[in-house]
């Protein structure tokens, strides 16, 4: 898919956004206190996977082995042991074919082993719309006379948590351009739908000038910024006409 710079900006609705984070206050209040349990947990969504990790807030204690279940808060209370996350090696599971919606609350349980004994047994929760941040994308650039294509990898296909329900306008993407002092932010419009890689070509640049580029997502809950590691090109100057 080709995008030029004046592609449609995406403007989150403060309205929409606003209902669910009431929402969330609303859940957390029902929510009881993990402040003094064992483990932290983290979710982000990597490669456009979504991984659940966590720390052991004690570091004395190493299991060899953790097991993994979770409940919807809003669903019913039966509790789900994650197959694939079951006495594994590993402290984090790929729960990117288990959540599908960025609308819920799920409580976690995390239990580790050693032997025929356990050593901890951690509780916690979390709401994607509001604690899952954005890694950004993977991209590449490649810079002409006076403009530079920025290709931005996606996956064939979105996972159901980006494209589900309770998502809309999570995927706000910012390619950034910098030349010396001066930054300037664009934001293609990313449909739910979008399938594979795309290009976003930035024009009307100046030749023989460096250029630097970096992309992420701007997360619609205000929350912390995971800005790419910058890409710089040099654009090529201008062919002098022959006469």
Same mark, same amino acid.
């Given at each position: 898919m =080709? /995008?030029s710079?004046?592609?449609?900006?995406?403007?989150p609705? %403060?309205?929409? /956004?606003?209902?669910? @984070?009431? =929402?969330?206050?609303?859940?957390?209040?029902?929510?009881p206190?993990?402040?003094?349990?064992?483990?932290?947990?983290?979710?982000?969504?990597?490669?456009?996977? &979504?991984?659940?990790s966590?720390? /052991?807030k004690?570091?004395?204690?190493v299991p060899?082995?953790?097991?993994?279940?979770y409940?919807?808060?809003?669903g019913?209370?039966?509790?789900?042991?994650v197959?694939?996350?079951t006495?594994i090696?590993?402290?984090?599971?790929?729960? &990117?074919?288990?959540?599908?919606?960025?609308?819920?609350?799920?409580?976690?349980?995390?239990?580790?082993?050693?032997?025929?004994?356990? =050593?901890?047994?951690c509780?916690? +929760?979390?709401?994607?719309?509001?604690?899952?941040?954005?890694?950004?994308?993977?991209?590449?650039?490649?810079g002409?006379?006076?403009? @530079?294509?920025? !290709?931005?990898?996606?996956p064939?296909?979105?996972?159901?948590?980006?494209?589900?329900?309770?998502?809309?306008?999570?995927l706000s993407?910012?390619i950034?351009e910098?030349?010396? %002092?001066?930054?300037?932010?664009?934001?293609?419009?990313?449909?739910a739908d979008?399938?594979?890689?795309?290009?976003?070509?930035?024009?009307?640049?100046?030749?023989?000038?460096?250029?630097c580029? +970096?992309?992420?997502?701007?997360?619609s809950?205000?929350g912390?910024?995971?800005? +790419?590691p910058?890409?710089? !090109?040099?654009?090529?100057?201008?062919?002098?006409?022959?006469?």
């Amino acid at each position: 898919m =080709l /995008l030029s710079q004046d592609a449609s900006l995406i403007r989150p609705l %403060n309205l929409y /956004l606003m209902v669910y @984070i009431i =929402l969330v206050f609303g859940t957390l209040q029902t929510l009881p206190d993990v402040s003094d349990e064992p483990c932290i947990f983290k979710i982000t969504l990597r490669n456009f996977r &979504t991984i659940l990790s966590w720390k /052991l807030k004690d570091h004395s204690i190493v299991p060899t082995h953790y097991t993994l279940q979770y409940a919807i808060m809003s669903g019913p209370e039966d509790v789900i042991t994650v197959k694939d996350c079951t006495n594994i090696t590993r402290s984090f599971c790929d729960l &990117t074919d288990a959540w599908v919606n960025m609308s819920e609350t799920y409580t976690l349980r995390v239990v580790g082993h050693r032997g025929n004994s356990t =050593l901890v047994d951690c509780e916690g +929760s979390l709401f994607p719309l509001i604690d899952m941040p954005l890694e950004p994308p993977n991209f590449e650039i490649a810079g002409f006379t006076d403009h @530079i294509n920025v !290709t931005v990898e996606f996956p064939p296909v979105l996972p159901k948590i980006v494209h589900g329900e309770g998502s809309s306008f999570y995927l706000s993407l910012v390619i950034e351009e910098k030349s010396g %002092n001066i930054v300037k932010k664009h934001k293609p419009k990313i449909n739910a739908d979008i399938a594979g890689n795309f290009i976003y070509v930035i024009n009307e640049l100046i030749p023989n000038t460096n250029y630097c580029i +970096s992309v992420y997502f701007e997360p619609s809950n205000l929350g912390t910024i995971n800005r +790419s590691p910058v890409k710089c !090109t040099r654009l090529q100057p201008e062919q002098e006409s022959v006469i």
